[in-house]
C-alpha cells in the first residue's frame, strides 16, 4: 500500500483527514496488535508507526484516526493517551465480512465532509477539476487542501465500497472546528450532519416501541443483537439520556390523529382535556 504525501498546506482548509481510511485501518490494526483496546501513551503510538515526534505527520495520522472514528483520546501533551474505538476492533476483528463492510462504509462516511459530499454526490462524483472549483469556492478550502483531500476522498470511497444503495439519514452531532495541519480543541457548536444508512448490505429490521398511547419509539437495526451488543446498546442509551429526556413539564403538548395527548399526563384525550377546563 502505497501512502498518500502529507504536505504542508498554506493557508486554512477544513477538516479533513490526512490519509485515506485504508491507511488508517493499518495505523489502527498497528496499534490494535500491540494494545488492544487499552490506553496507549500517544507518544509511544507514533512510535510505534516509525516517528519520532507528534508534528508533522504523526499529529496528522492521530487526527485522521479520530476523524475516521477509528480512535478515542483524552488528556494532552505527555499526558495524553489513546485507544482503539469499537468501531475499529469491528472493522479489525469482526468474522462477519457483511458486519465489518458495513462498519467500513460507517468510518468512511464519518468525517463531516465526507458525508457531505456522499449525501450531494454519492458514487457519481464530477470532474476533479469541478470539485476543486466547488471546495475553493464554497466549502473553504485552500487549492493546495482541495488537491490533497480530493484523491484521498476517492480512494476512501472506492475501499469501503460505497455504491448507490448506500443512503444518508439527517442527525444532530457535534460539529468539527476548522484546523489547520494540526488537531485543534474542539468547540461545543452543533450542526446538521448526514449519517449513512447501509440498508443494502446489512439487514435492518424496524420495531415500534409502545411508550404510552399514541406514543411509539422506532429502534432501527440489524436485529438480533449478541448479549454484548445489546449490552453495549444499553450503555449507549443511557449515556444520551441528557440529550434525549426532558422533564415532563417541559415537554409542549403534542396530540397524535387520535386526539391523544403524547407530553404531559399519559393518556390524556383532548376531548377530554378541554372538558376539564372551566
Known amino acids: 500500500m502505497t501512502e498518500m504525501p502529507l504536505k504542508k498546506k498554506k493557508g486554512r482548509s477544513p477538516s479533513y483527514p490526512a490519509i485515506t481510511l485504508e491507511q488508517a485501518v493499518t495505523r489502527a490494526r498497528q496499534l490494535y496488535e500491540k494494545a488492544r483496546q487499552h490506553k496507549t501513551p500517544a507518544g509511544h503510538v507514533i512510535k510505534l508507526w516509525g516517528y519520532a515526534s507528534m508534528n508533522g505527520p504523526a499529529g496528522l495520522n492521530l487526527a485522521a484516526l479520530k476523524k475516521f472514528g477509528l480512535l478515542e483520546d ?143 419509539i422506532a429502534v432501527e437495526g440489524p436485529f438480533p443483537l449478541t448479549e454484548s451488543q445489546w449490552e453495549q446498546f444499553q450503555s449507549v442509551l443511557t449515556a444520551m439520556k441528557p440529550a434525549l429526556v426532558v422533564d415532563e413539564e417541559d415537554v409542549p403538548p403534542v396530540f397524535t390523529k387520535d386526539g391523544i395527548l403524547s407530553g404531559g399526563k399519559d393518556g390524556e384525550r383532548i376531548d377530554e382535556l378541554f372538558e376539564s377546563q372551566p
Open 74 to 216: 483524552e488528556g494532552q501533551g505527555p499526558d495524553r493517551f489513546v485507544w482503539i474505538t469499537d468501531l475499529a476492533v469491528n472493522i479489525l476483528a469482526n468474522p462477519d465480512e457483511r458486519e465489518k463492510l458495513a462498519s467500513i462504509k460507517t468510518a468512511a462516511l464519518n468525517p463531516d465532509i465526507h458525508s457531505e459530499l456522499w449525501a450531494k454526490y454519492g458514487d457519481d462524483l464530477p470532474l476533479d477539476d469541478t470539485l476543486e472549483w466547488e471546495l475553493t469556492r464554497d466549502r473553504g478550502f485552500t487549492e493546495t487542501g482541495a488537491k490533497e483531500f480530493i484523491p484521498e476522498y476517492r480512494a476512501t470511497i472506492v475501499f469501503a465500497q460505497l455504491g448507490k444503495s448506500d443512503t444518508m439519514e439527517i442527525q444532530d452531532v457535534p460539529e468539527d472546528e476548522e484546523v489547520d495541519d494540526q488537531e485543534k480543541p474542539q468547540g461545543p457548536r452543533t450542526r446538521r450532519r448526514m449519517e449513512p444508512r447501509m440498508s443494502a448490505t446489512t439487514e435492518v429490521d424496524t420495531y415500534f416501541v409502545p411508550i404510552a398511547r399514541g406514543l411509539n
